[in-house]
């Protein structure tokens, strides 16, 4: 995602987003079980994480990975942004750093922050920061296509768990996110910021 000039995107404010990790996120997942009539062994039953988990999760006492919220928003059929609350704007969609929101921390050591707040758009952009050597549990897949920009350090992307890649700040790459893809923080002294931007309905 750009324009005709270089996008600089600045650190979020300290605490801008962090009312609680993914408690938002979790809130949303929570509303959707009861208005279904689910219990949380149902849901587990059906995705495969524990019911004492999925209770963490909902009550924003605990972060999910990417890989079990893709299985969580497969399973109701709705898109992440579904999980977020509806804000549209007939304006120019802008985001300040310090109105960055924390959508979920998917591994420790790695906060992505939602880059957008009208949710009836056609791409999700997100704001990943990974500190010194923090890695994804585990590799993402869902629909669409995926696009990732190195803002600041060094990524290393693995891609259908054979194809490395080291990219550097300035450096980008897009695939098939139906693909098996895992980033990782390639450095232990120093952190990562990218830009990844998700087609419609990523999750």
């Known amino acids: 995602m750009g324009a005709n000039e270089p996008m600089a995107v600045t650190d979020p404010a300290p605490g801008a987003a962090h009312q609680g990790p993914g408690s938002s996120v979790g809130e949303a997942l929570r509303a959707l079980r009861q208005e279904r009539g689910l219990s949380l062994a149902e849901v587990a039953k059906a995705t495969g994480i524990s019911p004492s988990f999925l209770s963490l999760v909902e009550t924003g006492k605990n972060d ?24 549209r704007h007939e304006e120019p969609d802008v985001i300040r750093a310090s109105e960055q929101k924390l959508l979920h921390s998917p591994a420790e050591g790695i906060d992505a922050y939602l880059m ?88």
């Open 64 to 87: 999910i990975t990417v890989g079990r919220l893709t299985r969580l928003v497969q399973f109701y059929d709705v898109s992440v942004l579904d999980l977020l609350p509806d804000e």
């Open 116 to 203: 957008i707040s009208d949710v009836d758009r056609d791409m999700l952009p997100m704001l990943l920061v990974f500190e010194p050597g923090a890695t994804l549990a585990e590799p993402g897949r869902h629909q669409g296509e995926e696009f990732v920009h190195v803002l600041e350090g060094v990524l290393r992307l693995e891609v259908n768990g054979q194809h490395v890649r080291t990219l550097f700040p300035g450096d980008s790459a897009h695939y098939s996110a139906e693909r098996p893809h895992l980033f990782s923080n390639a450095r232990t002294d120093s952190r990562l910021r990218i830009l990844c931007v998700d087609s419609a309905s990523p999750l």
